[in-house]
């Protein structure tokens, strides 16, 4: 049988808040598999992988309805979409390299007017 975990298991191992899930389970990107005897939310394996996965693609970017879209797509138009995304984080962490240079500079240059 599969183990269950309670929304609080679910929030600690996924690295998630409990509203972050809530907003997700809103979405229909996950939801509770059963309730336990004390009227709690409990969620499988798959929940937390899907939990964790959402993290990741958001932390990429998307956002949650983009993520829902993700979700539906055939693995081909994934990796494709996934890759656009890597195209676009490696273009944003160019531009910020490229501000931390000026911004040292500045600061040097703040540094010799002392």
């Known amino acids: ?31 509770p598999v059963a309730v336990n005897k004390y009227g709690h ?12 996965r959402i993290r990741l693609y958001h932390q990429f970017g998307f956002q949650l309805d983009e993520i829902k879209l993700l979700f539906q797509m055939p693995e081909s138009q994934l990796r494709k979409k996934l ?4 195209e676009i984080m490696e273009n944003n962490l160019e531009k ?16 010799g007017n002392d």
Do not use: P
Not at 16 to 25: L, S
Not at 83 to 86: F, G, K, S, T, V
């Open 96 to 111: 910020y390299k490229n501000l931390i240079l000026e911004a040292k500079v500045m600061v040097e240059k703040m540094e």
């Open 41 to 52: 939310l409990l969620y499988d394996e798959q929940g937390l992988f899907q939990i964790k």
């Open 1 to 31: 049988m599969n183990e269950l975990f309670t929304l609080r298991e679910i929030c600690e191992r996924g690295g998630v808040t409990r509203r972050m899930v809530k907003r997700y389970e809103q979405k229909g990107l996950v939801k």
């Open 83 to 86: 890759n656009e995304q890597i």
